[in-house]
T-cell receptor, first 114, second 114 residues
Framework: DAGVTQSPTHLIKTRGQQVTLRCSPK?????VSWYQQALGQGPQFIFQ???????QRGNFPDRFSGHQFPNYSSELNVNALLLGDSALYLC?????????????FGQGTRLTVV | AQSVTQPDIHITVSEGASLELRCNYS??????LFWYVQSPGQGLQLLLK??????LVQGIKGFEAEFKRSQSSFNLRKPSVHWSDAAEYFC????????????FGAGTTVTVRA
């Protein structure tokens, strides 16, 4: 089992550009959550996808959007990049409708905006 | 809204000594509490979680945590640290056991000296 895989591992973008990050959940998991971790801070919840729909959302602007595919993989899109979007983006997968389930995190994508 | 405070930004401990990391949470209902560890450049690994029942929770790598509702705390402990325990530790709170919209603290960096 490969666990949660994220791609790419590192990315450098210019202000104003758009970026897409990808996440493949652990086998058997149907829910994907995205987090932003700025340097020296704890992860902050961006949104969560289940059954191909955004189920919950944190306090992030509409520039942050996502998608979940039928195979449960997910994408995070960020438009009009700002310098402040530079961070480690973490994906976590879990299984809804399973009591006391555990979420597994990927290694993250390090995004640098210049 | 739920939130977590980790009062200690950085802790240095000698190898073989005991370790305690503090975590205080704010949440109006029954909290679901987690401790994660993050090594440099890595994702998050779950050390332990508290959902209900016994307030002393055992985790991986010899860690344990105690839930104290009266103090709104969930402190992490290890009796004897190893050099490999040097990492960043995050406490998190969630609203439900299968809902991984988590609020994380800012983290505590642990340095282990020989």
């Amino acid at each position: 089992d490969a666990g949660v895989t994220q791609s790419p591992t590192h990315l450098i973008k210019t202000r104003g550009q758009q970026v897409t990050l990808r996440c493949s959940p652990k086998s058997g998991h149907d829910t994907v959550s995205w987090y932003q971790q700025a340097l020296g801070q704890g992860p902050q919840f961006i949104f969560q996808y289940y059954e191909e729909e955004e189920r919950q959302r944190g306090n992030f602007p509409d520039r942050f959007s996502g998608h979940q595919f039928p195979n449960y993989s997910s994408e995070l899109n960020v438009n009009a990049l700002l310098l402040g979007d530079s961070a480690l983006y973490l994906c976590a997968s879990s299984r809804t409708n399973t009591k006391n389930t555990e979420a597994f995190f990927g290694q993250g994508t390090r995004l640098t905006v210049v | 809204a739920q939130s977590v405070t980790q009062p200690d930004i950085h802790i240095t401990v000698s190898e073989g000594a005991s370790l305690e990391l503090r975590c205080n949470y704010s949440y109006g209902a029954t909290p679901y509490l987690f401790w994660y560890v993050q090594s440099p450049g890595q994702g998050l690994q779950l050390l332990l979680k508290y959902f209900s029942g016994d307030t002393l929770v055992q985790g991986i790598k010899g860690f344990e945590a105690e839930f104290k509702r009266s103090q709104s705390s969930f402190n992490l402990r290890k009796p004897s640290v190893h050099w490999s325990d040097a990492a960043e530790y995050f406490c998190a709170v969630g609203a439900r056991s299968n809902d991984y919209k988590l609020s994380f603290g800012a983290g505590t960096t642990v340095t282990v000296r020989a």
